[in-house]
């Protein structure tokens, strides 16, 4: 079965980084679409990045110029690297799969999900 696994998330300082990073296993990963989201305490789940299988990426307007998202096809990975972290930005952040060749911004177009790795940002 399809299985996605998130880590590296953690406490940071405002202004700190951190790089996420999603194994997957079970799917044709260099075909298929993926997505971080995240769900910031007692907020519904909002597009964070996307990535297609060229690595062509998409942003939501919050993260533009400050979050960068990856993949490395060879490792079944996809990363998300974050800098100057804001307390704004601290949420539950989850990978997710799609069953195809492009990513989305919307929840409901991917297919598989993470558990997710919690991101804290103290000010």
């Known amino acids: 079965q399809v299985q996605l696994v998130e880590s590296g998330g953690g406490l940071v300082q405002a202004g700190g980084s951190l790089r996420l990073a999603c194994v997957a296993s079970g799917l044709t990963f260099r075909s298929s679409g993926m997505g971080w989201f995240r769900q910031p305490p007692g907020k519904e789940r909002e597009f964070v990045a996307s990535?297609?299988?060229?690595?062509?990426?998409s942003y939501a307007d919050s993260v533009k110029g400050r979050f960068t998202i990856s993949r490395d096809n060879a490792k079944n990975t996809v990363y998300l690297q974050m800098i100057s972290l804001k307390p704004e930005d601290t949420a539950v952040y989850s990978c997710a799969a799609r069953k195809s060749l492009s990513g989305s911004f919307r929840v409901n177009e991917y297919d598989y999900w993470g558990q997710g790795t919690q991101v804290t940002v103290s000010s």
């Open positions: 990535i297609n299988w060229s690595s062509a990426t």
